[in-house]
């Protein structure tokens, strides 16, 4: 896994695409983006907190439909933090996604009240849990793209961040409209 340092999304290119969960972190970093051993990707909130952060966000990649944003939300206040909602130039339509047992299948839904960051602590966003998703991709999520975040915080603060697509295949999860988790094709 690489580590890169992470730009406010104001400076940052703002146009691509992504695709999917899986079960595990990607194995390899994208021949196209920089890599940097020594500092973890990190970028700070702006807002009211100031004390949210997301360490190593990365993008599944995708042709079209859907993809998933995952990373390490991580709150240094002495307050709990929660996410309520997320937008991307990437797509018109982003969800807080869980993914939980019903009926003896795992299945994708929407999160109620969002992404709790306990004080001092973190949230983790990975591949068949907790997830960033979005439907409708504007455009193609390619290796090493880089994609313009914002999250808002439930006191009206927000995390900007760029998250890296990368290849990952973990989990066979494919979350086009249709498909359930673990099925082969999704």
Request: contains cysteine; charged residues 20%; aromatic residues 4%.
């Amino acid at each position: 896994m690489f580590s890169r340092r992470i730009v406010p999304s104001a400076v940052l290119l703002a146009a691509l695409t992504l695709a999917g969960c899986g079960g595990q972190q990607p194995s390899a970093a994208p021949a196209a983006a920089p890599a940097s051993a020594a500092a973890p990707a990190t970028s700070a909130a702006t807002g009211a907190t100031g004390a949210v952060s997301i360490t190593d966000p990365w993008v599944k990649t995708a042709k079209k439909g859907m993809s998933a944003a995952f990373g390490t939300l991580v709150n240094n206040s002495d307050a709990e933090v929660t996410v309520v909602s997320g937008s991307s130039p990437l797509s018109p339509k982003i969800e807080l996604h869980e993914v939980v047992e019903s009926g003896g299948k795992m299945v994708m839904r929407p999160k109620e009240g969002g992404f709790v960051i306990p004080p001092r602590g973190t949230h983790e966003l990975q591949p068949g849990g907790d997830h960033i998703m979005l439907m409708d991709l504007a455009q193609e999520v390619k290796p090493g793209a880089e994609i313009a975040f914002t999250l808002t915080l439930k006191d009206g603060g927000t995390l900007e961040f760029t998250a890296v697509g990368k290849d990952f295949a973990g989990g066979k999860e494919d979350y086009q409209p249709g498909m359930k988790m673990g099925e082969g094709n999704g």
